[in-house]
């Protein structure tokens, strides 16, 4: 059974730090492209960053760019988002994502495994 399980949410003050983990089980992790996405209360879904098969290439969103930074760990078929100097605005529930096609994983598409969330709160 295919899935992916996100851990590390939680709250933080305005400036801090968070790292969010997501663990993929039941498919071959390195032919997957992984991305994060995250919905803030009473708005659409929005993509926030993306790491390709082989960790080579990212993409992020501009709202994050240089505050947040993704990787993953084929070893422990483990993607993270470390998210720096964070702020209010970026309180949402956070979604792992991951699939075999680039566009699928930036645009948020047809995307083949969403994640359940991990809710991110920071506070001011």
């Known amino acids: 059974q295919v899935q992916l399980v996100e851990s590390g949410g939680g709250l933080v003050q305005a400036g801090g730090s968070l790292r969010l983990s997501c663990v993929l089980s039941?498919?071959?992790?390195?032919?997957?492209?992984m991305g994060w996405f995250r919905q803030a209360p009473g708005k659409e879904r929005e993509f926030v960053g993306a790491v390709s098969r082989g960790g080579i290439t990212t993409h992020y969103a501009d709202s994050v760019k240089g505050r947040f930074t993704i990787s993953r760990d084929g070893a422990k078929d483990t993607i993270y988002l470390q998210m720096n100097s964070l702020k209010p605005e970026d309180t949402a529930v956070y979604y792992c994502?991951?699939?075999?096609?680039?566009?699928?994983?930036?645009?948020?598409?047809?995307?083949?495994?969403w994640g359940k969330g991990a809710l991110v709160t920071v506070s001011s």
């Open positions: 994502a991951a699939d075999q096609n680039w566009y699928a994983i930036t645009s948020g598409t047809r995307v083949d495994v």
């Open positions: 039941g498919r071959t992790f390195a032919t997957y492209a």
